[in-house]
């Protein structure tokens, strides 16, 4: 089966930078995905990563490596709307390749 | 466009009733998805459809059907609600399986 790692919950304050680790555990891996979701909210995609490296995508940038199971997202410039939770999620091959599995979240609080 | 719209967005059941949730999407989209969020346990996927008139189970799919008769509309069914059954029901569509475009959301509540 597959698991996901992430931290339950991060501070950071207002301008700085932050950075969400997601590990993860599966077979016939083809990428990770990363949404947001605001409280009350649905969740809204932010990025992809198939292949090693950084994806930047204006302040919020996602990593991934292959090799170590490992991948995160970086927001830059934090502002209060930032505030919400993060959630990784992997795509694979296990029965077909048209789900994602989630992680379970974590909650960003970005204070003044 | 509406993108991804749900209904209904608030629910109250007796243990033992059925009901039907809608979901509709008007972005032409091949994927779509049904999922379940709970307090501390991130979003997991019921049941999925990858094309008009296919279904197929996800990670929590007992006591749940799903019908995808037409391909903008994707129905999830409670044929005898349980307490358990108390969540946040979230659809999704896609042409992408890594990018979903998620619904609002409907909140149950089984008394």
């Known amino acids: ?112 | 466009n509406a993108g991804v719209t749900q209904t209904p967005k608030f629910r109250v059941l007796k243990t033992g009733q059925s009901m039907t949730l809608l979901c509709a999407q008007d972005m032409n989209h091949e994927y779509m998805y049904w999922y379940r969020q709970d307090p501390g346990m991130g979003l997991r996927l019921i049941h999925y459809s990858v094309g008009e008139g296919t279904t197929a189970k996800g990670e929590v799919p007992d006591g749940y059907n799903v019908s995808r008769l037409k391909k903008q509309n994707f129905l999830l069914g409670l044929e005898s609600a349980a307490p358990s059954q108390t969540s946040v029901y979230f659809c999704a569509s896609g042409d992408r399986e890594y990018e979903q475009y998620f619904g609002p959301g409907t909140r149950l509540t089984v008394t």
């Open chain 1, 1 to 112: 089966g597959q698991s996901l790692e992430q931290p339950s919950e991060v501070t950071a304050v207002e301008g700085a930078i932050v950075q969400i680790n997601c590990t993860y555990q599966t077979s016939g891996f083809y990428g990770l995905s990363w949404y947001q979701q605001h409280d009350g909210g649905a969740p809204t995609f932010l990025s992809y990563n198939a292949l090693d490296g950084l994806e930047e995508t204006g302040r919020f940038s996602s990593f991934l490596s292959r090799s170590d199971s490992y991948g995160y997202l970086l927001l830059q410039e934090l502002q209060m709307k930032d505030s919400a939770s993060y959630f990784c999620a992997v795509r694979d091959n296990t029965g077909t390749a048209s789900k994602l599995t989630f992680g379970t979240g974590t909650r960003l609080q970005v204070t003044l």
